[in-house]
């Protein structure tokens, strides 16, 4: 087999394990992918070790060149776990038998994460093979990402002293498209509440109730109907107090993104798309604040009516942040709007969930202007893009919180790899793409 | 067995069938409660038959002294379908194993329309065993009353010659308050509706694209807001144009059945009431229309947080209606009203479900003073009250368009019983006293 064959069966191999951290029945599949990665790495050329936790295991690894010479120290973090995956959400084949499909592999995991991990560890492998990684270099790969990354930050404390390094690096989040160098910069926080409304002690039956008593959902869309103003602005007040404000170059390099409008209206398959005034889809998903209803529930939901007045509403709410926005403040914000606007024909209850800073690191600053460098090397030369992502990953301060760096994002997911969906690709040119982004990252990096 | 052990068994054993009409898959259930209705109207002597349709079949019985004399014939209506009961909802045991609690039975149609109709079947079977009832009589019981009748019509016009009558009788509103006997001289409509908006195509990470797409549950809940005013009025454009206005007497009467806003809030279990101005609780239950939500789904309800921006949310509406509003014009004018304030960025369904008419009868004319003086007669002599209920039978408004007759409508559910809730109750006594409620009320009417 030819070194590219090689690779490619290795990467098949880390995607037939169906690593669905979701689910309780897949604690040996977890371990078992944990030892193939510990494997893989001893095999490149790295010391690897297991480190079990309440969860899943992580998986560390670290090259070092010794000797007594200052040098940087970088940590590069991913996860071998996935979403769900099965043949009922609209596979076409088996999620976790990979396929080819013109230059495309299709399985679970492909892109998010392991397609994006396995490059980084190809790229420090070729360089151990070469004479060695321009960095140290420390993996750090997890196997609960997709479940909330319970256990990480207890792993990263224990092991503080192994893990200090200068800056870490996590391809998992999008690129502007195929072959389009993309510099992640920023990424939004979030708070998460839930809201219950309690009216009348039972259900009642409404022809009987209905017009005396206050019926608990109605007062639960008066209270979320109120949670934007007539322009799609968060209403609740002091909700955008601490909104940074964006620069004029940040506006500019979304608009370079050339993400239009229409283009995010056809993802989502939306009839019209519409949002805070001033700012186009793409700023508005990067750059603002929002507050969503994830879910609403309350009454009768089967089939046919029902003619109830009932007891309870419900709904679960989440705010996507911004710098510089606190996650528990927002939610105590939220809180004291949603209570005081509440009428006494109805208890209310609202309990905070889990919230996540949102992340600010600036490209023109610290390691930004050498990721920006390797990008546009690994991409031959081509222009790199910045990017504000709309999700959160909240491991992203974790890390700057525990070890006190900031973390690069040079993401190799694109736009329609359908991560998280059925059907999910990674193109098998972007292993390499990827592997010489890192050597390129880690050399840029050494020369700070 | 005792008289009273023969009937409390049969009663229960009419409870124990789960006839939940809403659920497709209780068909053979539905005959099964039927053929036991068939049988038990032949025990006690009169003439049944079960008449098949394209729902749940409706049960037939009667009763006629026979030879050439002119007598009056009394049409007697219920329903031996009930709710949905499930232990999720807030039972204390099994909602089809009857059980006695302080002289209650609880159990799924203890009241609702079971002991009601199953009151009038042994008052006319004791006056069969004495040798005859005072007028002839037909019983129709159906199985779809909890989903709106659709097959009741076809019947009755089907079977009009046969179900020729004077007057018709139904218990199955509300009294007054334990042993004040209570005629209901009138009934809120209804109409119903469904509203379903779409907005993604596909379930959305909310991270992604919150905040430029459009999120239907937002869209919802300010539609739904929009239904009242501030002053809790109904806020759709016409919807109180043909409202009836209410005589000085029956804000006595009202006023007469000393039903407290206080009462009617203990009853429900509210931490306050609130209502349309100007009015008392049961002036807004039995005088005024109304405008609830029954259901509200949308997005996801599991335990936890998932950070979806869903691609649909939807409603159960109804509106309660007075004379002289008409259903269908009602649904017309909320659907209007919804489609017109729905933006373009989600797709709006409305399905307009089932309607019923409102009803009134003079409780001074016709039949009415009878009525009157047979309830007295059933409860020791006491006065009698005068009730507009908030609820709704359609089947009162069919009987009127199809046999051209009124329907007296006496009712032996308490306030509290918690018809369509969890542990519903009826007190074992009312099966005697509504017997003796029915004999009355024969003697009477064949009087007038």
Redesign the interface.
């Known amino acids: 087999m030819s070194l590219s064959e090689i690779v490619k069966a290795d990467y098949f191999d880390f995607l037939r394990f169906p690593t669905v951290s979701a689910d309780p029945a897949r604690d040996q599949t977890m371990r078992d992918c944990a030892s193939w990665l510990e494997k893989k790495f001893g095999e490149m050329g790295l010391e690897a070790e297991i480190v079990a936790t309440a969860g899943a295991p992580v998986v560390l690894a670290k090259w070092s060149k010794g000797g007594s010479g200052k040098r940087r120290k970088v940590l590069i973090y991913g996860h071998y776990d996935v979403q769900p995956a099965e043949m009922g959400d609209g596979w076409t084949g088996d999620p976790f038998e990979p396929r080819m499909l013109d230059g495309m592999v299709v399985a679970r995991g492909s892109t998010d994460n392991k397609g994006q991990i396995f490059a980084h560890m190809l790229g420090v492998a070729e360089a151990i093979r070469e004479g060695g990684a321009a960095t140290d270099v420390i993996f750090v790969v997890e196997g609960e990402e997709e479940v909330g990354s319970d256990n990480l930050e207890g792993v990263l404390r224990a092991r503080k002293d192994d893990l200090k390094c200068d800056v870490a690096i996590i391809s998992d989040t999008n690129m502007a498209g195929p072959n389009r160098p993309t510099l992640t910069y920023g990424l939004?926080g979030?708070a998460?509440l839930?809201v219950e409304l309690?009216?009348?002690?039972?259900?009642?039956?409404?022809?009987?109730?209905?017009?005396?008593?206050?019926?608990p959902?109605?007062v639960?869309?008066?209270l979320?109907?109120?949670?934007?103003d007539e322009k799609?602005r968060v209403a609740v007040p002091g909700f955008y107090k601490k909104v940074r404000k964006v620069a004029a170059w940040e506006r500019l390099a979304a608009k370079n993104l050339k993400v239009s409008?229409a283009e995010?209206?056809r993802?989502?398959?939306?009839?019209?798309?519409?949002?805070?005034p001033g700012f186009s889809?793409?700023e508005?998903?990067g750059m603002?604040?929002?507050a969503?209803?994830?879910?609403?529930?309350?009454?009768?939901?089967?089939?046919?009516?029902?003619?109830?007045?009932?007891s309870k509403?419900s709904?679960?709410l989440?705010f996507?942040l911004v710098p510089h926005q606190d996650p528990r403040e927002i939610a105590r914000l939220v809180e004291r709007d949603l209570k005081k606007r509440c009428?006494?024909?109805?208890?209310i209850k609202v309990t905070p969930?889990?919230g996540g800073f949102p992340y600010f690191c600036d490209p023109k600053k610290g390691f930004g202007p050498a990721a920006s460098r390797a990008l546009s090397q690994a991409w031959d030369g081509k222009k790199v893009h910045y990017l504000l992502?709309?999700?959160?990953i909240p491991i992203v301060s974790v890390i700057k919180k525990v070890l006190g760096v900031e973390t690069l994002l040079v993401g190799l997911s694109l736009p329609d790899c359908r991560a998280?969906g059925p059907d999910e690709t990674f193109p098998i040119g972007y292993l390499e793409r990827g592997a010489k982004m890192n050597r390129a990252l880690l050399r840029e990096i050494s020369e700070v």
Do not use: M
Request: glycine share 16%; charged share 15%; net charge positive.
């Open positions: 939004r979030i998460a839930e309690t009216g009348p002690s039972h259900d009642l039956h409404s022809g009987v109730y209905g017009g005396a008593v206050v019926n959902i109605t639960l869309t008066r979320l109907a109120g949670l934007h799609n409008d995010v209206q993802q989502a398959g939306s009839p019209a798309l519409a949002g805070e889809a793409i508005r998903i603002r604040p929002t969503e209803i994830n879910g609403i529930t309350g009454g009768y939901q089967g089939p046919g009516p029902k003619t109830v007045l009932p509403a709904a679960k989440t996507r009428p006494k024909t109805v208890k969930q889990h992502e709309g999700g959160t998280h």
